[in-house]
């Protein structure tokens, strides 16, 4: 699809922010087209974990599946924010006889925007799965063609599906690593893993650190950080505006940090270590995502995945803004 980056086994998709509220130029997005042309290509099985969802045009791929190829589509939502939230989408799924699962209202998120499809692709990513996410929002998506990475999602997707959420899904999978057409890849899933840690690993064997984040709170990620560049690592980072003051251990510290300036929202969750190694996925980097949610890491090793990250970290750097140290208090 034109507007993304295709690596052969992988496709890689970056939002482009218009920053509108006008529905009628909520169309053609490369990201959107991507998902839909996905499930266009579904011939038996879709599993769709989703936080938020209101994309028309991928609703009518998914109803096209069902109702024309009969593919088999299972979804999981979340209880507050899916199925509570005003939406004409999953009510059209669920009168077509699609099954819709959600984690209830138990505070904790439901907080995926994942696809397994025919259990050879995964869809991933930070886009939620929305008109804003997709035109409004800074977001990445990737979808790989691994019949053992589908497998993981796959095994996660059934628990979420039998109704174990958060810490009461079972600590397994099947293929924590893979070595895929030469590329390696570690899957995580909260709140039953633990991402932070492997983050700060990440972070201490370190020579080069960029980070964008939605949302930085977690002070063993931030420590590290500092440390490291105190070991003279060069550590420079983008955080979203409105939860910058969370960052503030970052910018007292003298870290190389700005605020986004997207007048919507950065929702991206990206760490790139040493231009080689990405860590993508629905992970916010906060006690919430590791403790409570239900959320999937990748950790990508793939110089040119890490390149196109770096590009789009190049890019958000450049509409970034420097924020006063006295509105931290430093």
Not at 258 to 272: A, E, R, S, T, Y
Not at 292 to 311: F, G, H, K, R, V
């Amino acid at each position: 699809i034109p507007g993304g980056i295709d690596g052969g086994w992988y496709q890689l998709y970056f939002t482009s922010p218009i920053n509108t509220t006008d529905p009628s130029r909520f169309t053609g997005a490369p990201l959107e087209n991507a998902l839909v042309k996905v499930i266009d290509g579904a011939q038996q099985k879709i599993d769709m974990a989703v936080f938020e969802f209101n994309s028309q045009p991928v609703t009518d791929a998914l109803l096209r599946a069902k109702q024309q190829r009969n593919v088999q589509i299972r979804v999981v939502t979340d209880g507050d924010h899916g199925l509570e939230s005003p939406t004409s989408t999953l009510d059209q799924l669920e009168t077509a006889g699609i099954p819709i699962k959600s984690d209830g209202t138990r505070g904790a998120l439901m907080h995926n925007k994942f696809f397994v499809i025919d259990g050879l692709y995964v869809w991933t990513g930070s886009t939620n799965i929305t008109v804003n996410d997709i035109y409004n929002n800074n977001n990445s998506s990737i979808f790989i063609r691994s019949s053992q990475l589908a497998q993981d999602y796959t095994d996660e997707f059934n628990e979420l599906f039998a109704g174990q959420f958060g810490i009461t899904s079972p600590n397994t999978v099947a293929n924590p690593s893979i070595n895929n057409n030469g590329t390696q890849i570690e899957t995580l899933f909260e709140a039953e893993g633990n991402v932070p840690a492997r983050i700060v690993q990440l972070v201490n064997n370190s020579s080069s650190i960029r980070f964008m984040a939605f949302s930085l709170t977690r002070y063993d990620i931030m420590n590290a950080m500092l440390a490291r560049m105190q070991a003279g690592a060069d550590v420079v980072g983008i955080v979203e505006a409105s939860s910058r003051r969370f960052a503030a251990p970052l910018f007292c510290g003298g870290v190389d940090i700005k605020q986004d300036g997207n007048p919507d929202v950065l929702h991206h969750k990206i760490f790139i270590f040493n231009g080689q190694t990405v860590v993508i996925g629905s992970f916010n980097f906060s006690d919430s995502a590791a403790n409570q949610n239900d959320e999937n890491t990748l950790i990508i090793t793939n110089p040119d995945i890490a390149q196109a990250y770096l590009q789009e970290f190049e890019r958000r750097w450049a509409e970034a803004q420097t924020v006063p140290l006295s509105n931290f208090g430093c």
